[in-house]
């Protein structure tokens, strides 16, 4: 039983997700992290991947304990300062993989059939004086994907029917039945289309630069479905304004919600708002498992999905 009041919840939420919230627990709200914390006595916050918690919040709620995320991705949280102050943290990993592999199937068939594109074509009669371009086909291709992690894995499983070749990078070897490349730049030389899944840590941080992107190739497709830091945007904008790759689907940039105004000028990008987990399904399964780990932690209980620090 969650005690009333006893949860603060951090950052903005969607209806849906508020509405799963008022379901099964009443919070007090605090919008913005860094704004006035409200009088009260709080064990537990809950938030957002989008939200990032500042160490001076924690600061100012010395009875907090535990900290949900609603995310797969943690790097909204001050791990550091959680693990020195003992508070527990969980995020929201598994529920979301159908609907981030959903995504990235629309990303890469709408990149590399240049769908968005198509449709401005019909819309703006331009059809009537010429046909569309000539595109390009996934099957035969090597799909590399960084990060053989839930999402990473979830989505070579769906890619095999494709009839692509699967190859991966990330920091270990996993059981999976793709060739390993140790490095980015290797997998980005052998393959057609590198996608992201990868966490935003130190070592991801810009993983994806100039030198990648011209190992990637004129050639080459760029899908991004982990976080914005993971790309070195201004080396990214150069390769697509003089390509140097073929093009680019981005579900996530450096800066939300306002990204770089580079990339909305250029023609081979395919632009989604951060929307890889956001269907009704998803976010209300993602909403119920963050607080059934509120749940499990006030209720003494090992927590279902503990981000291990
Ligand atoms: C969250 C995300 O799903 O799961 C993640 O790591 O990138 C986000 O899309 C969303 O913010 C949950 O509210």
Redesign the pocket.
Known sequence: MIPVNSVLQVGQFPEI?QAEIDKRLSTTKLLDPQGKVPEGNFTAILT???TTIPTGLLAQLPQVQMVAT????YDNLPLPALKEKGIKASN?PGV?NDAVCELAFGMLFGLLRRIPESQEFVKSKAWSKAPFTITTTLAGKRVGIAGMGRIGQDLAKRLEPFKVHLAYTGPTRKEVPYEYYPSIKVLAQACDVLILACPATPETDKMVNAEVLDALGTKGFLINIARGSVVDEAALLVALQQKKIAGAALDVFENEPNPNIGFLNIDNVLLTP?I???TLET?QL?TNLAIDNLEAFYNQQPLLTEVKN
């Open positions: 997700m957002r991947s989008n609603c995310g797969v991705g929201t979301l951060h890889g987990s956001a976010r993602m």
